[in-house]
C-alpha cells in the first residue's frame, strides 16, 4: 500500500474527495487537476477495493490515499474518505472546511471545479451540485427521470441533473446526512435528506467532462445496478412507485 501523506492545513482551506474503483488510467490526472483548485489543500482519495494501480496512481499525483479493504460502493467511500479529511483536520488543529465530492475519472477537467465551493464560502448554499454539459455518448434518461420525480416529489426541487456526483458541502450538511443511502443511491438522498431537514442546495453549472457509461450490455447492467438503487433510496424516503419496475 502506498505511504500515506500529511499535507498542510489552513482554516481557509478546502478538501476533495475523489472515490475511485480501478481508476488507474484516469485518477492520476484527476487528483492534478484537483489539487489546483484555488484553496484545495488536500485530496483525499478512497480506493474502493480496486484491482489494479490506482492507489500507486493517486499516490503518486499527490494524493492522501485511504484504501478499502473491499469494494464497498460509492457510498461507504464517500463516508471513508470524509472520515479521513476529518482525522487530518483534527491533526491540523483546525476548523472542519467545506468538502468537494469528484468522480475519478474527471481527468483534467476537475480543475474548473472549484466554482462549486464559493457559493459555500459566500453563505449562499450548503450543498451546490454541479450540472454539466451533454456528454456525448452518455443516455441515463430512465434512472435521470426517477431521480427527478422522486426528488420533486419528496422536496419540491426541480433538480436538473438529480444524480450529479460533483458536489460541495459544509461539514455540517454532510453530516446531517447521515447514514448515505446506499450506492448509487447516494445522491439522491444527499439531496432529499439534506433540503428535508432546511439545507440550501444550489445547481451550479460546471463545464465538467467524464467516462460516460455507453450503451453495450455492460451499460445495461449498469443502469439496472443504479435504478434500483435510486428507487430504494426513494421508497426509504417514502416517495417513488411502489415497484422498481420501469
Known amino acids: 500500500m ?23 488510467e484516469r485518477i492520476e490526472a484527476t487528483v492534478r487537476a484537483a489539487a489546483q483548485i484555488d484553496s484545495v489543500d488536500v485530496v483525499v482519495v478512497v480506493d474502493d477495493g480496486s484491482g489494479d494501480e490506482t492507489s500507486t496512481k493517486a499516490q503518486t ?13 460509492k457510498a461507504a467511500a464517500l463516508r471513508l474518505g470524509a472520515d479521513a ?11 472542519p472546511r467545506p468538502m468537494l465530492f469528484l468522480d475519478a475519472d474527471l481527468r483534467e477537467t476537475a480543475s474548473v471545479a472549484g466554482v462549486l465551493l464559493a457559493p ?19 443516455g441515463r434518461g430512465l434512472v435521470v427521470g426517477l431521480a427527478r ?20 458541502l459544509t461539514r455540517a450538511a454532510f453530516d446531517a446526512a447521515l447514514p448515505l443511502a446506499d450506492g448509487f443511491g447516494v445522491e439522491v438522498g444527499l439531496t432529499i435528506d439534506l433540503l428535508r431537514a432546511g439545507f440550501r442546495v444550489l ?23 443504479q435504478f434500483y438503487a435510486v428507487w430504494r433510496a426513494l421508497r426509504e424516503r417514502g416517495v417513488g412507485p411502489a415497484f422498481p419496475l420501469p
Open 2 to 24: 502506498p505511504r500515506v501523506t500529511s499535507p498542510t492545513l489552513t482554516d481557509a482551506g478546502a478538501s476533495v474527495v475523489i472515490p475511485a474503483y480501478n481508476e488507474a
Open 61 to 73: 499525483a499527490g494524493a492522501h490515499v485511504v484504501r478499502a479493504g473491499r469494494n464497498a460502493g
Open 85 to 95: 479529511v476529518a482525522r487530518l483536520e483534527r491533526r491540523a488543529g483546525v476548523t
Open 120 to 138: 459555500l464560502r459566500d453563505g449562499e448554499a450548503d450543498m451546490t451540485i454541479a450540472t454539466l454539459p451533454a456528454q456525448p455518448g452518455g
Open 149 to 168: 420525480e422522486g426528488i420533486e416529489e419528496a422536496t419540491g426541487f426541480s433538480a436538473r441533473q438529480p444524480l450529479s456526483g460533483q458536489r460541495a
Open 203 to 225: 445547481e451550479v453549472p460546471v463545464p465538467l467532462h467524464h467516462r460516460v457509461t455507453g450503451k453495450d450490455w455492460r451499460a445495461q447492467v449498469h443502469r439496472g445496478r
